[in-house]
């Protein structure tokens, strides 16, 4: 990967949200979620799909806090307006695992 500036990392806007709601997904066509996350009063509740049933079903997540991207453009996926990106990483099978903060966080604080 090519070296980046910390003008070009601060450029991506990464904030701590706690899930409010989940759905499944059927429409999707990976298995995925559909998430209501708070992002508190300055950036306030965005949807987003998310590829993660492999570990957390709808009834774990609310609650929960995640990291996401918040200054990507929308994306349509099928009938769903994803405008967040949530964070994680794969574990040894592809599956992904939720990037959360280790301590209870305010939503809508920003990585630094």
Request: charged share 30%; no cysteine; hydrophobic share 45%.
């Given at each position: 990967m090519p070296e980046i500036s910390y003008e070009d990392f601060m450029?991506?806007?990464?904030?701590a949200g706690?899930?409010?709601?989940?759905?499944?997904f059927p429409e999707?066509?990976?298995p995925a979620l559909?998430?209501?996350i708070?992002?508190?009063?300055?950036?306030?509740?965005?949807k987003s799909s998310?590829?993660?049933t492999a570990h957390y079903g709808?009834?774990?997540?609310?609650?929960?806090?995640?990291?996401?991207?918040?200054?990507?453009?929308?994306r349509q996926i099928g009938p769903v307006r994803s405008e967040v990106l949530v964070l994680g990483v794969a574990d040894a099978d592809g599956e992904i695992v939720l990037i959360a903060p280790d301590q209870d966080v305010a939503p809508g604080q920003r990585m630094h």
């Open positions: 450029a991506v806007d990464i904030r706690r899930i409010t709601r989940a759905e499944p999707a066509r990976k559909k998430l209501w708070d992002f508190g009063p300055e950036i306030g509740v965005k998310a590829q993660i709808p009834e774990t997540l609310p609650g929960r806090m995640v990291m996401a991207v918040v200054n990507f453009p929308p």
